[in-house]
């Protein structure tokens, strides 16, 4: 019976899970031709150039990616990165290390990254009066991306501590920035802070979202009880909000059969 309903839970919860994450990037697509046929019918494989062989790894890499294979992305680019070390592809490595959970490698990637950008920066903080081409606000918004990518990593490695060490970061960089408030408020409720999450999703979501972003938290760690007491709260506050009225339901069957009555209906 245990395993049934904690299976059951888990797939409740996988239907009603929040978002989170990254901030993302896109690629390009990309086509393929045979190479020329030799004289015995088959197709040969040409030598390229490095630049071509390198921008092909690319191409490769990003049509990996969009279709489900992080390791396979990660080891053309990893080609592309050996052919040219200063190529600047860390953050596509560091986003399909995390996308293959290995966190080890993703968290490298992105401390050379961070690296990088505090070299740039001090060596911007050397030129004098108007030279700097960058403007101060798209740096900022750079380094707030990073930051919650960063911490979005540590949350998905279960090191919350130090996720929200770096999402507060992020939230320094740009206070405004509703994917790091929006992680940050996961994290605090993983660390067992109901109210500073709560406080920290209103910043990205709306009042109802944010008990139902709670809840979530609290259901996936067994707390029933306060789960559906912010699920409810969540359809106080929004009668339309689908995914409360759904969880509060759910959570109404699993209390129901576990005391052997059958469930109520919420209230319209």
């Known amino acids: 019976m245990r395993a049934r309903y904690r299976t059951w839970l888990w797939l409740l ?7 989170a994450g990254c901030v993302t990037l896109t690629d390009a697509t990309v086509s393929f031709q045979a190479g020329p046929k030799t004289p015995d019918g088959s197709t040969s ?4 150039p490095d630049d071509e062989a390198e921008r092909v790894c690319l191409k490769v890499a990003a049509e990996m990616g969009r279709n489900g294979h992080p390791r396979e992305a990660i080891d053309e680019l990893e080609r592309a990165r050996a052919r040219d070390p200063k190529l600047d592809v860390t953050h596509r490595l560091a986003l399909l290390y995390e996308q293959a959970g290995d966190y080890a490698r993703a968290l490298a990637e992105y401390n ?3 690296a990088a950008r505090h070299a740039e920066a001090t060596a911007w903080s050397r030129q004098l009066f108007g030279w700097i081409t960058v403007s101060t606000a798209a740096l900022k918004q750079s380094e707030a991306n990073l930051y919650n990518d960063i911490g979005y990593c540590l949350y998905r490695k279960g090191d919350w501590a130090e996720s929200a060490k770096y999402l507060r970061q992020a939230l320094e960089a ?4 509703a994917t790091a408030w929006n992680n940050l408020g996961f994290t605090l409720a993983e660390l067992g802070h109901p109210e500073e999450s709560l406080d920290a999703f ?3 979501v709306s009042q109802s979202d944010a008990y139902c972003n709670l809840a979530f938290v609290q259901a996936k760690h067994g707390k029933l009880a306060e789960a559906g007491e912010n699920y409810r709260k969540a359809l106080e506050l929004d009668p339309q909000n689908q995914k409360a009225r759904t969880a509060v339901i759910e959570l109404n069957k699993v209390a129901q059969r576990m005391a052997g009555k059958p ?5 319209q």
């Open 174 to 177: 740009d206070p405004r920035h």
């Open 202 to 204: 209103r910043h990205a």
């Open 45 to 48: 494989t040409p030598t390229l």
């Open 112 to 114: 050379k990254e961070l």
């Open 13 to 19: 919860l996988v239907g009603l899970a929040p978002q």
């Open 263 to 267: 469930a109520p209906a919420p209230a």
